[in-house]
């Protein structure tokens, strides 16, 4: 993928866990229903033939449901189809394992899935339904299921099987780079590929190389309790001891890791009060900070307005005097006026008298 397309669908990726960013209250309930044509309705045929067709593994396969998938290496004399499902997929097991093709027997078993991850370091909070909620974002998701005790206690871990192989390696890429955090703990989950064990089957007798020599001297003596003293009994005895070394080195190892994980869960609680903390100095700090500058801006704004004032009364004082004076001269000119008239009258007057 070119690095633009992984910018996109990285970019992608990030604007789907924002979706989920949410508090993960009361979460629906899952849907158990079985998918078609998932992963583990997948089948391994074995021990075929270079001559074999895919029409004639469709022909063998059909009768039990439908099928989808089918790929046929000739080559390596094996092939690998899927059913509709899981039931379909143990009935076809079930019958054909074992039946003769030209000669030969069938192996038919069920295919380890290729698009699942283990998930480990999960907290006693995570359910089926928060694990298929968190991991979604790296894909369309089959299965999800949180490991259990036989009381039903979570166990720490869960198996997540994905539709296809790319959302698991996802899964597995961004996890291991980063810290995908599931729950207020800051405990980041740890994803692994999940490595399938038949215990189903198991190992039948007649998949044993009974050709080899190692075979007939490992089966010359059959099932039995060594006797005490016996050279068996003091060989036996070192195997035993052996295992019970590893079991205890096993136990305090556990203990040392549980030890751990319980200070690192005090350290982890401490430093986030300690955070929480230095968050509420610093928001005070910003507040203290507005309430300053709010502080300078309302005593500018009072400063603003006192000086306003006081050049509004200058200018209105200003404009008083201006106007007392102009009302001072008007009545001057008036009076001269007057003055001038009665003048004008008393020499008028005298005139008339002559």
Request: glycine content about 6%; hydrophobic content about 35%; some cysteine.
């Amino acid at each position: 993928m070119t690095p633009l397309g992984l910018l996109l669908k990285k970019d992608r990726l990030n604007e789907r866990l924002a979706a989920l960013a949410a508090p993960t209250h009361d979460l629906p309930p899952q849907d158990v229903s079985e998918k078609k044509f998932s992963g583990r309705c997948r089948l391994y045929i074995g021990n075929l033939t270079n001559d074999v067709t895919e029409e004639e593994m469709q022909q063998l396969f059909s009768p039990y449901g439908e099928t989808s998938e089918l790929f046929v290496n000739k080559e390596k004399n094996f092939a690998f189809i899927r059913m509709d499902y899981r039931a379909s997929a143990e009935k076809a097991k079930r019958e054909l394992d074992g039946s003769l093709r030209k000669g030969r027997p069938l192996k038919v078993r069920f295919a380890p899935h290729s698009a699942a991850v283990k998930v480990k370091n999960l907290t006693q909070w995570v359910t089926n339904e928060l694990l298929e909620r968190a991991f979604s974002v790296f894909g369309e998701i089959e299965r999800a299921v949180i490991i259990v005790d036989e009381r039903g206690k979570s166990q720490g871990e869960g198996i997540i099987e994905f539709a296809r192989r790319p959302g698991a390696q996802m899964a597995l890429r961004r996890c291991n780079e980063g810290c995908f955090f599931l729950t207020a703990s800051l405990r980041p989950v740890v994803v692994e590929p999940f490595e399938q064990m038949d215990d189903v089957d198991g190992y039948a007798e007649k998949n044993l190389p009974k050709k080899n020599p190692d075979y007939y001297k490992a089966r010359e003596h059959g099932p039995r309790f060594a006797v005490p003293g016996s050279f068996e009994h003091e060989y036996g005895s070192r195997w035993k001891q052996l295992y019970d070394l590893f079991k205890q080195k096993e136990e305090a190892l556990g203990r040392e890791m549980k030890m751990e994980e319980e200070k690192l869960e005090a350290q982890m609680e401490y430093a986030r009060y300690e955070h929480e903390t230095e968050i509420l100095r610093e928001q005070l700090r910003q507040r203290e900070l507005d309430r300053e500058r709010q502080k300078r801006e309302w005593e500018m704004k009072e400063r603003q307005a006192e000086e306003q004032r006081l050049a509004d009364e200058e200018r209105m004082r200003r404009s008083q005097e201006e106007m007392s004076l102009r009302m001072h001269h008007q009545e001057e000119e008036l009076r001269r006026r007057q003055q001038e008239n009665t003048l004008f009258m008393q020499v008028n007057d005298s005139g008339a008298h002559f």
